[in-house]
């Protein structure tokens, strides 16, 4: 049975379920050690230094030989930052699972079974025999839980807006989690997703609940992102806040609100300093805007014209240059040309 093309992305096994896709899509990005381990790694450098003296201290004395990767992971760096203590055991981190779904993401160019052994050479030619041991248990586990996962189904007729079937299968997943490992091993491989998880369930559920305003979901939205765990709150902060801001905005502009319920939904989400700087674009845009429409519409009055093509094109390119200034200006002009000419 295959893993799937990408071991993270098949975690979102029930494919019917498209908010699913959507909650489950940004965990790899987070698990992955460059940005939910930063904190891990400033407080456990002598880990990591002890990982790198067992291997130099092992490259004399056993096989060290590395496998073959298949051709779209070549030229990139391995992604196993996996820990051992000064005993050279494993420690338990997200860094083993993201050493996993590094070599399954390659899955279809080799089998299943050929990356099952590729990683556990590699553990084995870099980790002591303890670690590697139990990381290639581990590795055992996985592949088991992924294969539980793919087959699992979800119950009932699933909605996308049906937040509590959604809580549903999201623990559905946990217990096939507690099949296959104990809690600290689901706290560490599994322990960011979770977090996610729930965020993204309360998440649904400020958008979900009609009694709130737009502030008031901006507030609690703000409140949702500040409860995440240190691990996850700056890198999922960002592309949270953008997110939520555009759907805000939207539900603003579809109901015909106000500049002021504006400003203040985009204060509650994100401080009036951000709010100010938003201002300051919306301006510049409306200006840009303005200088754009008034460049189109003395275009249109040349292209309709009784002047040959070329005399029209020589008039426009003139036209172009004299309304817009920079290079960068020139081509977003350009752009919006496209775009006029195609609605028309």
Not at 195 to 202: A, M, P, R, T
Not at 230 to 248: H, I, K, N
Not at 337 to 342: G, L, N, R, T, V
Request: charged share 25%; proline share 3%.
């Amino acid at each position: 049975m295959m893993i799937g093309k990408r071991i993270n992305s098949k975690l979102l096994i029930f494919s019917l379920i498209s908010i699913l896709l959507i909650v489950l899509g940004l965990i790899y990005w987070f698990f992955k050690p460059e940005a939910g381990l930063a904190q891990s790694r400033n407080s456990d450098r002598q880990s990591h230094n002890v990982t790198e003296n067992y291997a130099l201290a092992m490259s004399d004395s056993k096989n060290t030989t590395l496998p073959t990767l298949a051709p779209s992971l070549k030229g990139t760096e391995i992604d196993c930052p996996i820990q051992v203590d000064a005993n050279g055991n494993l420690v338990l981190t997200v860094g083993i699972r993201s050493c996993f779904d590094y070599f399954f993401s390659s899955l279809g160019e080799k089998t299943e079974t050929e990356l099952i052994a590729d990683i556990r050479q590699y553990l084995s030619a870099t980790l002591p025999a303890s670690a590697a041991k139990y990381a290639a248990y581990l590795l055992e586990q996985y592949v088991g839980y992924m294969h539980t996962l793919q087959n699992a189904k979800p119950s009932g007729n699933f909605k996308t807006a049906d937040v509590e079937e959604l809580e549903k299968i999201i623990n559905q997943m946990h217990k096939i989690q507690q099949q296959f490992f104990n809690a600290k091993e689901i706290e560490a491989l599994f322990g960011n997703e979770r977090n996610l998880n729930k965020f993204n369930i309360e998440q649904l559920r400020i958008h979900a609940n009609k009694n709130l305003s737009t502030q008031q979901k901006a507030m609690e939205l703000a409140k949702l992102i500040d409860q995440l765990p240190p691990t996850l709150a700056d890198g999922v902060r960002v592309s949270m806040q953008f997110s939520e801001l555009q759907q805000l905005t939207q539900e603003i502009k579809d109901k015909g609100g106000s500049p002021q319920e504006l400003r203040s939904m985009r204060e509650s989400l994100l401080g009036p300093e951000a709010a100010d700087r938003l201002e300051k674009v919306d301006q510049e845009e409306a200006v840009w805007q303005s200088q754009v429409n008034n460049y189109l519409i003395k275009r249109d009055q040349i292209l309709k014209s009784e002047m040959t093509d070329l005399n029209k094109q020589q008039a426009i390119n003139q036209l172009r240059t004299s309304s817009f200034q920079s290079k960068e200006e020139l081509l977003r002009a350009q752009s919006y040309e496209i775009m006029h000419d195609q609605k028309r």
